[in-house]
């Protein structure tokens, strides 16, 4: 009924092997009356690169908001590329709603304070300076059917400089987020490392479009398995061995690089792609401790 009072049409993209993605670009084509386009930005970016790679009709938008994941320079490059498109960072979540969204200027994403109260803090709780990454806090401020009150929701983010937007708006504003705080990966050190960089440090710098997707997961200390879908043969061994070798100079002279190569990267129960996994994380941790989007033990 909501789709039909906003003239919406859904398209399932839980699935994104060829087949699907041919049908969620046939699905757009079908409907050039809409100029609009939310979505999963993993999923958008998926099919954004299919239709670049196969060399499809382009289907133009005038905007499109992304959300359910962190919209990366990278991925703001292909959605403008292939749909012509200005790209809205959205932040949200179930539980929660719609917390914080871009403006037309692009400067951080401005946190919709009549209705949430946010925070960033250190490990040790303290406020984060702008430009510091830290656990983000929400307080619920319309929701008096289940008050949410300083709820650590699992996710990294950092301020933006204060000041009023060049929009005008003096509401507060997001730098950035950098994902999930169980997304971090534990260097042999025992440092943590994000999990924007890692993205990055695959995607960008040494993929060289050989790998068409990939997943990382730490199963244990210095135990790491890269699943991978390759693009194409050519120079993908020697791409991996390159990888293999700055993950290790990344995280460790010791650590193990498991290569696996797959024909699909499994979806979390919630329909996003995961990147990084850190297993080790979740096997150390006690099971009486308050985790965020778990019950606590009684």
């Keep these: 009924m909501l789709n039909g009072l906003l003239g919406a049409v859904g398209i399932n993209a839980f699935r994104a092997k060829e087949a699907e993605l041919r049908q969620q670009h046939a699905a757009m084509m079908a409907r050039p009356d809409i100029q609009h386009l939310m979505t999963y930005v993993d999923a958008a970016a998926g099919l954004a690169l299919f239709i670049k790679e196969q060399n499809l009709q382009r289907r133009p938008f005038r905007t499109i908001m992304a959300c359910a994941g962190s919209v990366t320079p990278e991925y703001r490059k292909i959605l403008e590329e292939v749909f012509q498109a200005e790209v809205f960072d959205k932040y949200g979540s179930r539980e929660c709603c719609d917390m914080a ?107 060289r479009q050989i790998i068409r997707e990939w997943q990382l997961e730490q199963v244990e200390a210095k135990w790491f398995v890269f699943r991978y879908i390759p693009l194409k043969a050519e120079g993908l061994s020697a791409n991996l061995n390159e990888i293999t070798s700055s993950f290790q100079l990344a995280l460790g002279k010791n650590v193990t690089i498991e290569l696996q190569q797959v024909n699909e990267i499994p979806l979390a129960p919630t329909g996003k792609v995961r990147w990084i996994i850190n297993g080790a994380h979740r096997k150390r941790r006690s099971p009486d401790v308050f985790v965020e989007g778990e019950p606590t033990r009684t």
């Excluded at 830290?134 to 983010?157: C, E, Q, W």
């Excluded at 987020?177 to 440092?191: I, K, P, S, V």
């Design 101 to 207: 969204c871009e403006c037309r200027r692009h400067g951080g994403l401005h946190v919709y304070s009549p209705n949430v109260f946010l925070e960033i803090v250190d490990e040790r709780g303290a406020p984060c300076p702008p430009g510091e990454t830290g656990h983000l806090l929400v307080t619920l401020l319309n929701n008096p059917s289940f008050p949410m009150i300083r709820y650590k929701i699992g996710d990294l983010a950092e301020w933006a400089e204060p000041g009023r937007c060049p929009c005008g708006s003096g509401w507060p504003r997001l730098k950035s987020l950098q994902g999930r705080a169980d997304d971090m990966l534990t260097t042999e050190d025992g440092t943590l490392l994000s999990s924007v960089f890692v993205r990055h440090f695959v995607g960008v710098s040494l993929n």
